[in-house]
């Protein structure tokens, strides 16, 4: 088997990553058959980045040497990595995408894992229609903003928003507003995972709006489109005792 090795770069993730290598071997990024990770959730996330912009579905066995490890199984250096690897469980999910248009008609098209989300850019509050399937479902949203978020990231800020946390293996979507004022009532929507969700910026000039895909983010835009990406696979490993259904179960329920 032949494992790619990416720590965070503390000196903890450094010493024990260096000492796998030596076991194990170090390929590259492209050829290997699997990346182990020595680090937390952002490190997870930049690492599932790298795999959708090389277009390759390979799988992730992460541990945990972060602050957060949602997606991470616990560091354990004493049994055998491979075993662990071949016995663990595959948890296979789409990316989110977005194309935005930008001030000044700039097209972008970015990847997400967790979430989407758009937020003011200052102490204006933002203006927002939102579409769905090309019907107008909010005419005008006004608030710090609005997320869009898959089932792995439904824990994380979409959480911490008051938004619902799905099942991982739903076909699923949460969209969760950020300190709405008008509609002041307003709570999350939970819409199908094959749904295209359009955000245009309302008075943009006077209100200019973000966009954020997990850590890549977007100044002043104009409107933008979400939706799940289909085309693409991305794969985490799971020890058996560590499935993330478990755990986002007992998020639920904590």
Do not use: W
Not at 194 to 219: G, H, M, T
Request: charged letters at 25%; glycine letters at 4%.
């Amino acid at each position: 088997m032949k494992i790619c090795f990416i720590t965070s770069g503390t000196k903890e993730a450094d010493v024990e990553s260096s000492k796998f290598q030596e076991k194990y071997g170090q390929y590259s990024f492209q050829d290997a058959d699997v990346v182990v990770v020595f680090g937390g959730d952002g490190l997870i996330l930049r690492v599932l980045h790298k795999i959708i912009s090389l277009n390759r579905n390979i799988p992730i066995y992460a541990m945990n040497m972060g602050n957060l490890g949602f997606l991470a199984n616990i560091f354990d250096k004493q049994n055998d990595l491979i075993e662990k690897i071949e016995s663990a469980t595959q948890t296979r999910f789409p990316p989110l995408k977005m194309i935005a248009k930008l001030n000044g008609d700039q097209i972008i098209e970015e990847y997400a894992i967790n979430e989407i989300y758009l937020f003011r850019q200052s102490h204006q509050a933002a203006k927002i229609r939102v579409c769905v399937n090309d019907i107008t479902r909010l005419s005008e949203f006004v608030g710090d903003g609005i997320i869009y978020s898959s089932p792995v990231g439904s824990t994380a800020y979409n959480y911490s928003s008051h938004g619902p946390i799905l099942p991982i293996d739903s076909s699923l979507i949460a969209l969760t507003p950020i300190s709405p004022f008008r509609p002041k009532s307003l709570n999350s929507a939970i819409l199908d995972d094959k749904s295209i969700i359009r955000f245009e910026i309302l008075e943009n000039k006077k209100r200019p709006v973000n966009i954020i895909a997990d850590f890549i983010e977007y100044q002043d835009i104009l409107e933008a489109k979400v939706q799940v990406d289909f085309s693409k696979t991305l794969t985490l490993l799971f020890d058996k005792d560590n499935q993330l259904t478990e755990k986002i179960m007992h998020e639920q329920f904590s």
